[in-house]
Structures are given as C-alpha cells and as structure tokens.
C-alpha cells in the first residue's frame, strides 16, 4: 500500500506561483510513476504532469507546459509541482497519483493509488 499526501495549495493572484508537494509513503515506489491530476468543478479530472521516479522522466499536458514543473526528492520521498505564471483556468482541486507500471499514462483510472486533493485558486 502507498500513501500520498498532498500539502501547498492556495489561493493566488493571476502570474503568481505555488510548490505543490506530495509525501509518498508505504511501500518502495521507486519503480512508480508519480502524477499530477486537477478537477475543477463540473469538469473531469484532468491530467497535469508526471514523472517517473526511477529516472526523472516527465510529461506535461499542453496547457501546463512551459509553466509547470514536476520534480522528485529521494531522500524526503516527495514529488513536487512547481506552478508558475499561474492563470485562472488554473483553479482546480490537485491531486497527486501513483502508477505501478512503468509507461507515463495520463488516463486517471490508470493509477492505483490517490492522496485527498489539494484547493488551489486562482485570482483574476
């Protein structure tokens, strides 16, 4: 079993910044691909980046691209969404996700494991 915590999200004004983290726990995930979803209300939850933690290999949806970053810390088992330039359309619950098989998916009923979501919002 893994678990996901996810912490940092916020209410912000359009152009700002938020570092979301995700503490993962449990089992050894190193072979696992860790992702990032959003669901705003009304709408499907979307997929937002990943990463692979074995090899830092990452994928991004066009709409976050170039402004988006996903990264992973070893040592304090935590992946990261850094959000930069950030825009109303942004506002979303976020959540992180866990994937046991080794090719980056952006399907969310692909991914095994969720932590509870995390509010960001974006101010026009």
């Known amino acids: 079993q893994v678990q996901l915590v996810e912490s940092g999200g916020g209410l912000v004004q359009t152009g700002g910044s938020l570092r979301l983290s995700c503490a993962v726990s449990?089992?050894?995930?190193?072979?696992?691909?860790m992702g990032w979803f959003r669901q705003a209300p009304g709408k499907e939850r979307e997929f937002v980046a990943a990463i692979r933690w074995s090899d830092s290999s990452t994928l991004y949806s066009d709409s976050v691209k170039g402004r988006f970053t996903i990264s992973r810390d070893n040592t304090k088992g935590t992946v990261y969404l850094q959000m930069n330039g950030l825009k109303p359309e942004d506002t979303a619950d976020y959540y992180c996700?866990?994937?046991?098989?080794?090719?980056?998916?952006?399907?969310?009923?692909?991914?095994?494991?969720w932590g509870q979501g995390t509010q960001v919002t974006v101010s026009s």
């Open positions: 996700a866990a994937d046991r098989t080794f090719l980056i998916i952006i399907s969310p009923e692909k991914y095994d494991y």
């Open positions: 449990g089992r050894t995930f190193s072979s696992y691909v």
